[in-house]
Each structure stands twice: as structure tokens, then as C-alpha cells.
């Protein structure tokens, strides 16, 4: 994990770094696994939903809102 970092409207973005090319999805794979390994969750748990050939991606998460709030919280007070 790279870290948090936020825009001038004060959203807050998740920044991630991965050796994978971006040919043929590899890299955005890569990011998936690295997501679901963080948040101690099934790859199956993190959905691509847009930005496939973006540098901004948005996923989905599956599991426990509280557990995954907490990871989030975690890496956000660490920033």
C-alpha cells in the first residue's frame, strides 16, 4: 500500500503501487489481490467497478462493513 492521499475538495483517495504491466488487466488483478489481502478478505470480495483503463479506479467490497470501516479507519490514521 502506497497510502491515503486527498484532492483539493477533500475526498479521499486509497493510493496503491504494483509491479504488474497494465496489459490485459494484469495490474488491475494485481490491485484486486492486493486489496483483498489487506482487508483479510476473498479476492471474490473486490469488484472492479470503473476504471479499468483509468489510473482512478473505484471498487466494490464485500464482507463485514464494520471489519472492512475499521481497515479503512486504520489506514487513514496512519496517514
Sequence with gaps: MAGLWRDAAGRCYLAVKVAAA???GAANDA???LLAKWLGV???AVALLHGA???EKRFRL???PA???AKLEE???AA
Design 22 to 24: 497494465p496489459a490485459d
Design 31 to 33: 490491485v484486486r489481490a
Design 42 to 44: 476473498p479476492r471474490g
Design 53 to 55: 483503463a483509468s489510473r
Design 62 to 64: 464485500a464482507g463485514d
Design 67 to 69: 471489519a472492512l470501516t
Design 75 to 77: 489506514l487513514e490514521q
